[in-house]
C-alpha cells in the first residue's frame, strides 16, 4: 500500500515539474496599453473599439486618454461596460448639454428681465483690477453634472488612485503650455479638465492651474500609457478631426478650428512616430462626422467597430481564455455601493452668497436615499439664480458612517459686479427706423440679503438713464423693496390715413417706490406708487397734441409670470404680464397685459397672444395712451402707429424651424406665418379703421448671439386706402 502511494506522489511531482518546464518555454501575456485619443464627439468611436476587444476578449493593463477619449477611459476604468456606455451617450441630450442654464421656466425671474434687456453673453466682470471676462460660451455645469451620474459618483466620489485599472487622463496647462496628467484626484474632475475646448468651455481651475483640452499637447498619449504599466503592446486610437479643406475656412470661427487643428496633429505626429511593429494603431474612418456630431454617437461607434475589426486578426494574438477574460473583467469591475441614505447636508465655498439662496432650491432632505434625477434638478435650480460659475457636489463617508452631501456652489471669477450691453435696431426701411445702443452698470450683493444697483444709459434714437435699487428684506429674497428712477427722450410719430402728420420728440421721467413678492422661478408680484412727467415737442410736422408738460401720479401694482423654455423663440410653455395703474387726481386708470402660448411639434411651433390697454376708470389722456404696431404687433403698421384707449390685439402663428444654432449655443432659425387682429374702441390716430383690424405677416426669425432677429413683411386690407404694408428688420434686445 505504501508503495502505491508513493508511486502515485511521484507522477503529481513529474507532472508538476513538466507544467512547470513547459510554462518556461511559452512567453508571458504581454502588458498591453490602450489609449483612446480626443476628437469631439468623433471619440464615440472609442466605444465601438472596446466592444470588438470585449468579444475577442482582450484584456488591457492600463488606459490612457484625451478629451473625448478621456471621457471613454475614465467611464471604462469605472466599471462601465461598452454597452452601456454607448446606451449613455446615445440617449444624453447633447445640445442642452453644452447649455449651462436651466429651462428658463427654471431660472431667476430677475435673471430673466436681464437677460431680455442686455445681450446673453455681454456680461463681462468690472472691479479694482479692470474688466474680467466670462472664460468660455459654457461653464459646463450640465456636463459635469452628467458626468458624475454615469460613472457613479453620487453613491461615492470616484478616485483615479483607487480604480482597479490604471488610469491616465491628459489636460493642458493653458498657463504655462505644459501637459498635465491625472494619475490621481477626482476622476470627473480629471474628465471635465481634459474636454475643456479653449474658447468653448471654461477651463477647470485646480490648485493654481488652469487646465483645458488635453489635446493641445497630447491628444493620443502613446508615451504616457507605455510608462502607465509599462506596456509591451500599445493599442492607439486615433479619431483626431483632419484640417479643414481651403474652401472651408472662411471666417474667424473656421481659422481658429484649423488652428487648434495644426496644433493638435503636430503632437499627434509626435506621438505617432514612437509606435513600434508590435503596437496596434486603430484609425476609424469617420469621414463626414465632425467634432460636434454628437447626436450620431451610435454611427460613431460602429465605425469604431469596423476599424477594429480590421485588425482582429492582430487583437487576437493578445486574446485570452474565456476563464481568463473573466477573472480580468471581475477583477476591474469598481465595486457598487448600495445606494446610500444622506445624513447631512452642507453648502460649502460661498463668500458674498447668502447660504439661504442655495438651501431654498435643495429639496432633498436628509434621510432621502442619494438621487442624481432630484440632486441634478436641484443644483440647476441654484445654478439658475445667475450668481455661479458652476454648482457641483460630493457624497462624503465620515468615520462615524455618516453620509454628507456637500454642495458646491463656485461663484463667478468675473462678479460680483459687472457690464452689460445691449443694442437694438428697429426699420420699416421708411423713415421710422431706430436704433440704440444699451449699456448697464449691475452692482450684486451690497450686503448679506443680496442688495443690488442697476444703472443703465442708452444712446441713439432712444436717449435715457435709469438707476434702479433692489433690496431684499428677507435671506431667501422671497420678498423685497425696490426704487427706480428713470429719465428717456424718445420720437413718438402720429398717422392718419396712413400718412404721418407728425413727429414729437417725448421726454418722460418716473420715480417708483414700491414692495414686492418673488414667486420662485414663476415670476413676480410688485405694488407701489410711481409719479410721473411727460413732456412733448414737436420736431416735424403739425402740431396735433397740445405741447406741455404733464406731472401726474398714482399707485401701480404689477403681475409678470413666465413659464418658456427658451429666453427668445420659445417652443413650449406660457407668460404672460398684467399692469394697473390708477391715477386719482387725473380720474383714470390703465390695464396693459398680455398672454401668449407656445407648444411644439417636431420642427414646427405654434402659438398666440392676446393684449389688452384700454381704461376702466375714465379714459386714456394723450400723454398716457396705449399703442399697436411693428413686428408681430399689428405688423402691417409703423411702431405706434395706431393709438387709443380700449385696445384689443390678438395673434395666431405657426413657425418651421429651419435651422439651429452650433454647440453651445441655444436657439433656431425659423420661417414663420402670422394672423394677427386688432379692435380699437376709441382711436386717437387712423381714425378711419373701425372694427376688427387685420394684419398678416410672413417672417424670418430666429435667435443669434445679438439676441432676436426678425426680416419679416405685413399686410393689411383693412381701411378704405386700398391696404397697408410694411417690411421690418428687427435686430437686437427689447
Excluded at 504655462?176 to 477626482?186: A, D, L, M, N
Excluded at 405657426?654 to 436657439?667: K, T
Amino acid at each position: 500500500m505504501t508503495t502505491v502511494i508513493a508511486r502515485h506522489l511521484l507522477l503529481v511531482v513529474l507532472l508538476a515539474l513538466g507544467a512547470v518546464a513547459n510554462a518556461a518555454d511559452l512567453p508571458a501575456r504581454p502588458r498591453v496599453g490602450l489609449v483612446l485619443g480626443g476628437g469631439g464627439a468623433r471619440g464615440a468611436a472609442h466605444i465601438g473599439v472596446l466592444e470588438v476587444l470585449e468579444r475577442l476578449r482582450v484584456p488591457v493593463d492600463c488606459v490612457a486618454g484625451t478629451s473625448m477619449g478621456g471621457l471613454v477611459a475614465g467611464a471604462y476604468a469605472a466599471g462601465l461596460s461598452p454597452a452601456v456606455m454607448r446606451e449613455e451617450l446615445a440617449k444624453a441630450d447633447w445640445d442642452d448639454l453644452f447649455h449651462d442654464d436651466p429651462s428658463f421656466s427654471q431660472q431667476n425671474f430677475r435673471k430673466k428681465v436681464l437677460d431680455r434687456r442686455f445681450l446673453p453673453a455681454s456680461e463681462t466682470g468690472v472691479g479694482p483690477d479692470g474688466l474680467k471676462y466670462q472664460t468660455g460660451v459654457v461653464t459646463g455645469q450640465k456636463i459635469k453634472l452628467f458626468f458624475n451620474q454615469l460613472v457613479g459618483d453620487y453613491l461615492g466620489e470616484r478616485e483615479i488612485d483607487r480604480l482597479p485599472l490604471p488610469l491616465s487622463i491628459i489636460a493642458t496647462d493653458i498657463v504655462q503650455g505644459q501637459r498635465v496628467v491625472f494619475r490621481s484626484g477626482s476622476l470627473t474632475t480629471a474628465m471635465r479638465a481634459s474636454m475643456s475646448v479653449p474658447g468653448l468651455m471654461s477651463p477647470v481651475e485646480i490648485n493654481g492651474e488652469k487646465l483645458v483640452d488635453g489635446g493641445l499637447v497630447d491628444n493620443v498619449p502613446i508615451g504616457e500609457a507605455r510608462s502607465r504599466c509599462q506596456a509591451d503592446v500599445v493599442i492607439a486610437v486615433n479619431v483626431g478631426s483632419p484640417l479643414l479643406k481651403a474652401e472651408d475656412i472662411s471666417g474667424l470661427l473656421s481659422i481658429s478650428v484649423q488652428m487648434v487643428n495644426i496644433l493638435t496633429e503636430q503632437n499627434v505626429t509626435r506621438s505617432l512616430a514612437t509606435l513600434k511593429a508590435t503596437d496596434i494603431y486603430i484609425k476609424p474612418d469617420l469621414d463626414g462626422i465632425s467634432a460636434g456630431d454628437f447626436k450620431r454617437t451610435s454611427e460613431t461607434a460602429d465605425r469604431g467597430v469596423q476599424a477594429a475589426e480590421s485588425v482582429a486578426d492582430r487583437l487576437r494574438l493578445l486574446a485570452v481564455s474565456e476563464a481568463a477574460y473573466a477573472a480580468w473583467t471581475e477583477n476591474i469591475q469598481v465595486a457598487r455601493r448600495e445606494t446610500p441614505k444622506i445624513h447631512e447636508i452642507q453648502i460649502a465655498g460661498l463668500r458674498l452668497v447668502n447660504p439661504a439662496m442655495v438651501e431654498q432650491h435643495i429639496q432633498v432632505k436628509p434621510g432621502d436615499p442619494v438621487n442624481p434625477s432630484v440632486i441634478n434638478p436641484d443644483l440647476l435650480r441654484v445654478y439658475g439664480d445667475g450668481y455661479y460659475q458652476n454648482v457641483d457636489y460630493a457624497m462624503l463617508d465620515t468615520l462615524r458612517d455618516r453620509n454628507i452631501l456637500r454642495v458646491m456652489p463656485l461663484e463667478k471669477s468675473w462678479g460680483p459686479d459687472y457690464i452689460r450691453y445691449g443694442i437694438n435696431l428697429d426699420s420699416n426701411f421708411k423713415s421710422d427706423s431706430s436704433y440704440s445702443l444699451r449699456l448697464g452698470y449691475q452692482k450684486t450683493w451690497i450686503n448679506s440679503l443680496g442688495a443690488e444697483l442697476l444703472a443703465i444709459g442708452e444712446i441713439g434714437s432712444t436717449n435715457g438713464v435709469s438707476v434702479d435699487y433692489y433690496q431684499p428684506v428677507d435671506a431667501r429674497q422671497r420678498y423685497f423693496l425696490e426704487t427706480n428712477l428713470k429719465y428717456v427722450s424718445k420720437i413718438s410719430s402720429v398717422y392718419q390715413n396712413d400718412n404721418k402728420l407728425a413727429e414729437y420728440r417725448i421726454l418722460q421721467g418716473s420715480a417708483r417706490f414700491g414692495a414686492g413678492i418673488n414667486l420662485g422661478a414663476l415670476g413676480q408680484a410688485r405694488a407701489g406708487w410711481e409719479e410721473n412727467w411727460w413732456n412733448p415737442k414737436l420736431d416735424t410736422g403739425l402740431p396735433v397734441f397740445p405741447e406741455q408738460s404733464k406731472r401726474y401720479g398714482g399707485w401701480v401694482a404689477r403681475f409678470d409670470l413666465d413659464q418658456t423654455d427658451r429666453l427668445y423663440f420659445p417652443t413650449s410653455g406660457w407668460n404672460s404680464s398684467v399692469k394697473y395703474f390708477d391715477a386719482p387726481t387725473e380720474h383714470y386708470s390703465k390695464v396693459d397685459g398680455y398672454a401668449s402660448a407656445y407648444r411644439s411639434f417636431g420642427d414646427w411651433v405654434l402659438s398666440s397672444r392676446v393684449s389688452y390697454q384700454g381704461s376702466p376708470v375714465g379714459r386714456l389722456p394723450f400723454y398716457d395712451v396705449g399703442s399697436l404696431g411693428g413686428m408681430l404687433n399689428m405688423t402691417a403698421f409703423a411702431v405706434g402707429q395706431l393709438k387709443g384707449d380700449d385696445m384689443s390685439y390678438v395673434n395666431a402663428r405657426a413657425e418651421r424651424i429651419i435651422g439651429r444654432l452650433p454647440l453651445g449655443l441655444r436657439g433656431d432659425m425659423r420661417m414663420g406665418l402670422a394672423v394677427e387682429g386688432a379692435k380699437i374702441g376709441t382711436p386717437y390716430t387712423e381714425t378711419n379703421l373701425k372694427g376688427w383690424i387685420n394684419s398678416t405677416a410672413i417672417y424670418l426669425g430666429g435667435e443669434t448671439p445679438l439676441g432676436p432677429v426678425y426680416l419679416g413683411y405685413g399686410y393689411s386690407s383693412s381701411g378704405s386706402t386700398g391696404g397697408y404694408s410694411n417690411l421690418y428688420l428687427f435686430l437686437g434686445t427689447p
